[in-house]
Structure formats: C-alpha cells, structure tokens
C-alpha cells in the first residue's frame, strides 16, 4: 500500500547525503521537523540512511528484515550498532505507520544498552590550571561548560545580545539555545562574564573564526575539538567539555541537593538524565555506611567471663 505525501518545498538539513534513491525521505525529515527535532539529528538519519542505502545498493524503504540484519552485521563496532540502529528505526516505525509498509523489517534489531561506566569529574585543582592557563577563547569554552553548564552546541550558538544583565542588575544572564531549539535562561557568574568582556564582540556571535577572507560563527564541532585539544594535547587532562558540564551537575547537586534546579541549568527535559551526571562518589558511600545504625557489641571484659563459662 502506498500514501501519497505532500511535496516538501523547503531545504533540510544534510542536503550534501544523496538521498534522492531513499523514498519519503523529505517527508519524513520534515516530520521530524514538525515533531520539534534538532537539525542535527535530521542531518544524522539522512547520513545513516545514506549508509544503509550504500550497504545494500538499492533503496532502504524496500529492504528486508534479512537486509538490515546483514547491515547491522557489518558495523565493526557495539558503539556503531547502538547509535546508527537508533538513527534508522524510527524510519521504519514511520513507514509502517503510515501505511507505506505493512511490516517494520527493523522491529527485531538488537539494541545494546550503553554500558554504565564509572565517571568522575575533572578533579577541582586539574581544572583550576588548566582553565587559568587556557588561551581565549578555550578559556571561555572552558568556563562556560564548567560553571554555568553549557553545551558545545549552546556556546557556539551564543550571541552577544543573548548575554543581559539579571533582573537585580548585579549579575548576568544568557538566553541558550538547547536540543530542539528549546530556550532557556542561564546564569554567569560576575567574574566569568568579566573575564570574558575584554574578547566579546559588540553585537553577534560570541565566537568566530577566519575562514578565507571572510569571518565565520564557530560550530559545535569546532568548540569540542578545540577544548579536547587544548585538554587532551597541550595540558595532557584525559577529560573533555562534556566533563566540565559533569562537573556542573555533580557539584550543585551534592551543594544544594535540589535536583529540579540542577534540570533547569542543563536543560534536560527528563529527570532521570541527570542519574548520569550527577555522580555519587566513594566518599559519599563511605560517609553513608558509616552513619548507618550499628548494633552494640559486649566489652573485651565481658567476652571473657562469657568465654571462661562456656
């Protein structure tokens, strides 16, 4: 059975993936779209779809349960598995609902779970030097992500003008934009938003860079690899933006023990995100067994008299 679909006029994102074998994919894309999903993650199904389309050398709309079991047979890694089999099923899902397929060939795809590991924050003293010794605008990367919680995507989207005094006047705020667009209020500390000013445009991004002659906004990718460099290279901290956010969390929720507060920073839609960010240490363990109530036990003098009656 086949629906017919409006013709989608506008461009989406990841238009440079030739996808023009891969039916409906405009319109799916722009479900998405309308579903309120990120650029970025309709630039990935239409990479990964790409993938697929190129594994099996002709259309994935048509492909089998067999087909996309062979697919996922050939990624190298669990890693691969996980992310690119979470990028294609909800194009199946789509199809099937509605009404383009009448089965979904990718319903019995294995899907690894992440595996839990242990993560610790950047240790206070690493990132203390670090940060000091960092040149703009690492430095500012670095204290965005590691005291007010920003994202990679969020700092290299920032504008001057999202930048504004709060409503005391004696602090500062910024207007992010996170996953799905979805806005919200942050804020800087004094001494960040100072250390800062003196590299701050007047007006537009926050954080460019040469590219020719011309000046362009700084991307996501750009902000990562710039801090995983500095991080990873010059200063040899096996730690990322991403554990300065961890940072964030972990610390404000051990200070403060106010989890919604602590949602609101990072912007994450759901509570049970933050189980992963807001680490329990082995001193908090420790210190918790310890005040656990404890039986009383007789006296050295008394376990001798009950030894010398037995």
């Not at 799905?180 to 209020?185: A, I, S």
């Amino acid at each position: 059975m086949s629906v017919d679909h409006p013709i989608v006029p506008r461009s989406l994102p990841g238009g440079s993936y030739r996808t023009e074998q891969i039916s409906h994919i405009e319109q799916h894309l722009d479900w998405m779209r309308r579903c309120g999903l990120a650029d970025s993650t309709l630039k990935a199904r239409r990479m990964v779809l790409t993938y697929v389309a190129e594994f099996l050398g002709h259309d994935p709309a048509h492909a089998t349960a067999h087909d996309l079991d062979r697919w996922q047979s050939n990624l190298d890694t669990i890693a691969k598995v996980r992310w690119q089999t979470a990028m294609i099923t909800p194009y199946y899902r789509w199809l099937q609902a509605h009404g383009i397929r009448q089965d979904n060939p990718a319903a019995l795809l294995p899907r690894p779970r992440r595996r839990a590991r242990v993560r610790r924050p950047i240790p206070e003293d690493r990132l203390f030097t670090a940060v000091v010794e960092a040149p703009m605008p690492v430095r500012a990367y670095l204290l965005l992500a590691g005291w007010s919680g920003l994202r990679a995507t969020e700092i290299a989207a920032l504008r001057r003008e999202d930048i504004t005094p709060n409503l005391d006047g004696t602090s500062w705020v910024a207007l992010v934009r996170g996953k799905g667009d979805h806005e919200r209020v942050v804020p800087i500390p004094d001494w960040v938003y100072e250390d800062m000013l003196p590299h701050l445009p007047d007006s537009g991004p926050c954080f460019t860079r040469l590219y020719g002659d011309r000046t362009q906004q700084i991307t996501r990718k750009q902000v990562s690899q710039n801090v995983g460099y500095y991080l990873r290279k010059k200063r040899k901290i096996p730690d990322t933006l991403h554990s300065l956010r961890r940072r964030v969390a972990t610390a404000l929720l051990h200070d403060t023990r106010d989890v919604r507060m602590v949602q609101e920073l990072l912007g994450h839609a759901s509570l049970s995100t933050l189980h992963f960010y807001g680490d329990v240490t082995l001193q908090d363990m420790t210190s918790a067994v310890a005040r656990l109530p404890r039986p009383e036990f007789p006296s050295a003098e008394g376990d001798d008299d009950l030894a010398e009656s037995a």
